[in-house]
């Protein structure tokens, strides 16, 4: 169980119940200190892997109209960005959904092996 106005979280252990507690003012100040952080987010690519680039991908004329469609729109929401390094950049591919409209995916396995991993992951809790 989870208490934010109290800052304080309760959880089963071994027949036990256990209470982690936080300091208010170390709160408010982390909290202060993670709104001064740009929202940039960079990652290191591994020095060791191949870089690549891949050929670009001839659409069909629907598929070309469907994909600048929904790039428009997730540039518009500031989802993706433009970017200026295709060296890394990963293809998409359009897919038809089951209702007749197109869907646009992504593999990013040769990314994600390009990336070294974070070792400070997010905590999940539930």
């Not at 469907?66 to 433009?82: G, M, P, V």
Request: hydrophobic share 30%; glycine share 6%; net charge positive.
């Amino acid at each position: 169980m989870v208490s934010t106005p109290h800052i304080y979280m309760k959880y089963p252990i071994g027949g036990k119940v256990r209470t982690v507690r936080a300091d208010q003012h170390v709160a408010c100040w982390c909290y202060g200190k993670s709104l001064k952080v740009g929202h940039g987010n960079q990652r290191q690519a591994d020095k060791t892997t191949n870089s690549r680039i891949n050929k670009k991908r001839k659409l069909g004329k629907e598929k070309r109209k469907e994909a600048k469609e929904e790039t428009n729109k997730l540039l518009a929401a500031h989802f993706i960005s433009k970017v200026r390094y295709p060296t890394w950049l990963a293809n998409m591919v359009m897919m038809r959904k089951s209702s007749g409209k197109w869907r646009m995916c992504t593999n990013y396995t040769d990314l994600n092996k390009a990336f070294l991993k974070d070792p400070y992951p997010l905590l999940n809790i539930d």
